[in-house]
C-alpha cells in the first residue's frame, strides 16, 4: 500500500529540519507525498543537504515550482534523467522566467532550454569553458594560458575565446571573468552535464566529468577556489 502524507504534514517536517532537494521532492511527488505547497516552510538561503553535482544543482528554495517537474522530465526528451533535471530546473530558477506552475509556461520554458541552452553547444566547448573558470583563468589572458597557466585542460589559446563566450552564456555576462565571480555557476556546471549526457558520456567515468567533478562539490568550494586563485593570480603581477 502507498504511503502518502498531507502537505501539512510535509511542511511540519520541513520545519523540523528536513531540507529536500528537487530530487527528494519528485520522488515523494513520485509516491504521491505532495510537496508543492510546503515552499513557505523552506526559508530563503536554506542551505541544500547536498555532496555532490547532482544534488546540488537540484536544489532550488522555492519548491512552489515543483509541481510540473515530472512533466518537464518527459519534455527533456533523451536527457531524462535527475542531472537533465537538475539542469533545467537552476537554469529557470536563474532565468527571468513567468511561474512555472501553469503547464504552457512550463512547456514554453522546456523550449526555450533546449533552443538556447542544450542545442548550440558541444561536451568539447562546455568542458573548455566550465575549465577555464573553475581554475579561475583569465578569459582575456589566452597567452598566458597558452604559456601554461593552470587550468584542468590547459588547451591551446585558439580555443579560449569560443570557450569563454560559450561560459558567459551560460552565467549571463559579458567578457568580465570579476563580474562572473559574484555570479552563480549552476548554469555552466549544468550545462556541462547536459551536454555530456546528450553526447552519450559516462558523467561518473568520463574523465573531464571526473575532474570537473573534483571542482563541484559545493558552490562555496568553487567560489573559494576561484577567488584564491585570482588573488594568487595577483600577487604574481605585483
Known sequence: MQSKLAASDYAALVKDGL????????????????????????????????????????WEPTLGRLMWLDRARQMVGDAASDLALSAFACWASDADLPDLRSVDALVRAV????????QPYTLSQVVAAVSYAMDGADPADGEDIAAGR????????????????????????????????????????ALFALAAMREGVDIAKDKHATALGDYCCTLAQIKARLLEARAAARKEEA
Not at 504521491?32 to 547532482?54: H, K, T
Not at 523550449?111 to 542544450?118: A, S, W, Y
Not at 580555443?159 to 559574484?182: E, I, Y
Open 150 to 189: 593552470p587550468s584542468v585542460k590547459n588547451p591551446p589559446a585558439e580555443t579560449l575565446s569560443a570557450a569563454w563566450s560559450v561560459f558567459a552564456h551560460c552565467v549571463g555576462v559579458g567578457q568580465d571573468a570579476d563580474a562572473a565571480v559574484k555570479l552563480t555557476y549552476r548554469n555552466a556546471v
Open 19 to 58: 531540507q529536500p532537494t528537487f530530487a527528494d521532492a519528485i520522488r515523494l511527488n513520485a509516491a504521491g507525498i505532495r510537496v508543492e505547497r510546503a515552499a513557505d516552510a523552506v526559508p530563503l538561503g536554506a542551505p541544500p543537504r547536498v555532496a555532490y553535482l547532482g544534488d546540488w544543482c537540484l
Open 111 to 118: 523550449e526555450k532550454f533546449r533552443d538556447e541552452v542544450l
